[in-house]
C-alpha cells in the first residue's frame, strides 16, 4: 500500500512530514537534508524508502532515548542515499546479528528485493546509524 503523503506529495515531502511529526511527539531537536525539489523515482522504490524512514524513526521512538535525529537523502549518479540518525543510546552489537527482528529483517529485506543495501550501525560515541 502507498501512502497518501507519499502518493499524493511525493517522496521528498512525505519524508519532511513524517520526520516533523515524529520529531514532535518524540520532542527531539531534527536535522533534515532533503532536496529542495521532489525527486522521481520508481513508484516501489519510493514506498521502499519511506517505510525504511519510518521504521527506523519508530525504533529512535521505541528505544533510543535520543534527544536529536538527522535524516538526510540525496540522488545522483544513478544512486539514491538515505541517511538517518540519532544520538540515543545506540543500538546494542547483538541485536545488529539478530535474525528474528522483525523490524531489521523487514528493512533489510525491502532493501534488498530493489537492489539497495541496508547497513545499521551503532554511532561513534553513541546513537544509531542507518545507511541505505
Known amino acids: 500500500m502507498r501512502p497518501t503523503v507519499l502518493a499524493n506529495f511525493g517522496l521528498v515531502t512525505a519524508l519532511r512530514t513524517l520526520a516533523d511529526e515524529a520529531a514532535q511527539r518524540n520532542n527531539w ?5 532533503l532536496p529542495a ?3 522521481q523515482l ?4 519510493e514506498i521502499a524508502l519511506f517505510r525504511v524512514a519510518q521504521e527506523s524513526l519508530t525504533n529512535a521512538a521505541k528505544y533510543a532515548r535520543a ?3 538527522s535524516i538526510a537523502l540525496a540522488v545522483g549518479d544513478g ?4 541517511y538517518i540518525s540519532d544520538n540515543g543510546v545506540g ?3 547483538a541485536d545488529l546479528t539478530r535474525t528474528h527482528t522483525q ?5 533489510r529485506q525491502r532493501m ?19 545507511h541505505v
Open 29 to 33: 531537536t531534527l536535522e533534515m537534508r
Open 37 to 39: 525539489d521532489d525527486i
Open 42 to 45: 520508481d513508484k516501489q522504490t
Open 67 to 69: 534527544s536529536k535525529v
Open 79 to 82: 544512486q539514491v542515499v538515505l
Open 91 to 93: 543500538i546494542m552489537p
Open 103 to 107: 523490524g531489521l529483517l523487514g528493512m
Open 112 to 130: 534488498a528485493a530493489h537492489g539497495g543495501r541496508f547497513d545499521i550501525r551503532r554511532g561513534v560515541p553513541n546513537g544509531t546509524d542507518i
